[in-house]
């Protein structure tokens, strides 16, 4: 409400105090923007008006001007391009190079980049060579305003406890998030913002890298997190052919993806990349279906964003029933059957 007193962020004094402004790695591939870096700009935004400052979109690529419109839609108040044909392809050396050039000229406070191999890559190397701190993988992001200090919150201790963790010292303040763990805000159609576009001494006979050969992956595709409904399936299924059945015979039915707990990966039911939680893929659906997982805190860390859950457990302890939407206490191989009867009439 208006009238309640806000909190306005101090002006740090010193060397902290002449970094300023939140910023966001705006990751493409080929044009093309990760959701991840949208999502991070929803909660930038958030951070920058808690500390009274400006939000910037770190935009860096080949033939990519255009893309910033879009940018200011979701919340930038500027963006930073460097548009040049040596940053075709993400490569650590010249992404880290250039980025790291932008923040020793700008200096930001706080920059953001989503948990992908990309990103992981370039805030790892960027951390190193700016000698910050760097917490990865964050769940939540806050700000304290009264030390500007970003408050990052993360699992830690094989996820059980969340552990809030700040870089008192360094700037800037850097954090990676995994995909879909921050909601995606509404974009502004015509938000107009500022464009920058720094030059850059970049010549690809300086570099020590180069990229040969683009190989893209073949076969199935598994893109967790934008399903809107997901199968998921543990130990309780027993065995490879019961997670079959009962797993991808529901996921077919009502067109659902399947995913898995860790101990369904490590018994080899079903591959890696197919696994939920903490060491797996964070996912948002609207269902999420935890049939035969009795819940532990490294797999809800990764399922705390679904709007549904619906749980089939037969020990009515299992801790999946303190998270679930709705919980059947109950064996899978009665349940999911009875479940699917209805769907066979449809
Ligand atoms: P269990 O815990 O063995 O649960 C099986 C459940 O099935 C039980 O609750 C049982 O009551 C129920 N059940 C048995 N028979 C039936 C039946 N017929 N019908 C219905 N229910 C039945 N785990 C992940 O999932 N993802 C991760 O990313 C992940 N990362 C980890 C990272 C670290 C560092 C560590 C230490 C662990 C991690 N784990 C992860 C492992 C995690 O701690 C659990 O061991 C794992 O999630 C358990 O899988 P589960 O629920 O399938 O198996």
Redesign the pocket.
């Known amino acids: 409400p208006a009238d309640e007193p806000k909190e306005t962020a101090v002006q740090l004094t010193g060397d902290l105090g002449r970094y300023q402004g939140v910023w966001v790695f705006i990751e493409q591939r080929e044009g093309e923007i990760a959701p991840v870096s949208l999502e991070l700009l929803g909660v930038g935004r958030q951070l920058a008006d808690k500390l009274g400052v400006e939000l910037a979109g770190v935009l860096l690529g080949d033939s990519v001007c255009g893309l910033q419109d879009g940018l200011y839609e979701y919340g930038a108040d500027k963006v930073y391009l460097v548009d040049h044909p040596v940053l075709r392809y993400y490569r650590t050396e010249t992404y880290m190079q250039v980025f790291v050039k932008l923040v020793q000229v700008y200096l930001p406070e706080i920059i953001l980049m989503g948990a992908t191999t990309t990103g992981r890559d370039l805030a790892g190397a960027m951390a190193t060579d700016l000698a910050t701190g760097l917490t990865a993988d964050c769940t939540a992001l806050d700000i304290d305003t009264k030390q500007r200090l970003l408050l990052a919150t993360r699992p830690a201790f094989?996820?059980n406890i969340m552990a809030t963790i700040v870089c008192k010292n360094h700037r800037p303040q850097m954090a990676t998030v995994r995909p879909k763990v921050m909601k995606m805000s509404k974009p502004v159609p015509g938000r107009q913002g500022q464009l920058v576009t720094p030059q850059v001494d970049l010549n690809e006979k300086d570099l020590l890298t180069r990229v040969v050969e683009i190989v893209k992956e073949h076969g199935e595709q598994v893109n967790l997190q934008d399903a809107e409904i997901i199968v998921a399936?543990?130990?309780?299924?027993?065995d490879r052919e019961g997670f079959q059945r009962i797993c991808f015979g529901l996921a077919e039915a009502i067109g659902a993806k399947v995913g898995?707990?860790?101990?369904?990966?490590e018994a080899g039911w079903i591959e890696q990349k197919y696994?939920?939680?903490?060491?797996?893929v964070t996912v948002a659906p609207k269902i999420y279906f935890a049939?035969?997982?009795?819940?532990?805190?490294?797999?809800l860390v990764?399922i705390r964003g679904s709007d549904i859950i619906i749980a089939?457990?037969?020990?009515p302890e299992?801790p999946?029933f303190k998270e679930c939407t709705y919980g059947i206490v109950?064996?899978?191989?009665k349940?999911v059957p009875a479940l699917m009867e209805p769907l066979k009439e449809l």
Do not use: E, K, M, P
Not at 291 to 299: E, K, P
Not at 330 to 333: E, T, W
């Open positions: 094989g996820g399936g543990g130990r309780g299924l027993g898995a707990s860790r101990a369904a990966v696994q939920v939680g903490q060491t797996g049939l035969g997982i009795s819940g532990a805190i490294q797999h990764g089939v457990n037969t020990d299992a999946i109950g064996d899978v191989f349940v």
